[in-house]
C-alpha cells in the first residue's frame, strides 16, 4: 500500500551535516510510524529515530540523541532526518520504514511493513 524512497545521502567530512528524506506514498500514510534503521556493513539494521503518525511522538537512539532530527510533514507526505555533528561510525546505508499505528520507539526492523531501498550516508575522518 506505500511506497518509500529515501534521498539526501552523500559523502560528507566528519563533523558535516546532511538532510535526509523519505518521500511516501500511498493511502493511510498518516497512521504509520516513521522510522529511520541504518545498516553498516556486516551489521544488523540498527535503529536511528522514530516519529509516530501524528508526529507528536519521537523517540532517537542514544548514539545520536543531540546531532539528528526527525521530523513529518504530512501534507507533503514526506519525513526528514537532520543529521549534524556527523562521525565516521554514523557510516552507513539509511532507510525509512513504515510500521503500523505504532508508539515510539519502535526498532525492529523485521516488523516493518514496508522499506524503501535505502541511501547511503558516507562520513570520512
Known amino acids: 500500500q506505500l511506497q518509500l524512497v529515501e534521498s539526501g545521502g552523500g559523502l560528507v567530512q566528519s563533523g558535516g551535516s546532511l538532510r535526509l528524506s523519505c518521500a511516501i506514498s500511498?493511502?493511510?500514510?498518516?497512521?504509520?510510524?516513521i522510522v529511520w534503521f541504518r545498516q553498516a556493513p556486516g551489521k544488523e539494521h540498527e535503529g536511528v529515530s522514530c516519529v509516530t503518525g501524528s508526529g507528536d511522538s519521537t523517540h532517537y537512539a542514544d548514539s545520536v540523541k543531540g546531532r539528528f532530527t526527525i521530523s513529518r510533514d504530512n501534507a507533503k507526505n514526506a519525513v526528514y532526518l537532520q543529521m549534524n555533528g556527523l562521525k565516521p561510525e554514523d557510516t552507513a546505508a539509511y532507510y525509512c520504514?513504515?510500521?503500523?499505528?505504532?508508539?515510539?520507539?519502535?526498532?525492529?526492523?523485521?516488523?516493518?511493513?514496508?522499506w524503501g531501498r535505502g541511501t547511503q550516508v558516507t562520513v570520512s575522518s
Open positions: 520504514a513504515a510500521a503500523w499505528d505504532r508508539d515510539c520507539p519502535h526498532y525492529k526492523w523485521i516488523e516493518s511493513d514496508y
Open positions: 500511498g493511502f493511510g500514510s498518516n497512521y504509520y510510524t
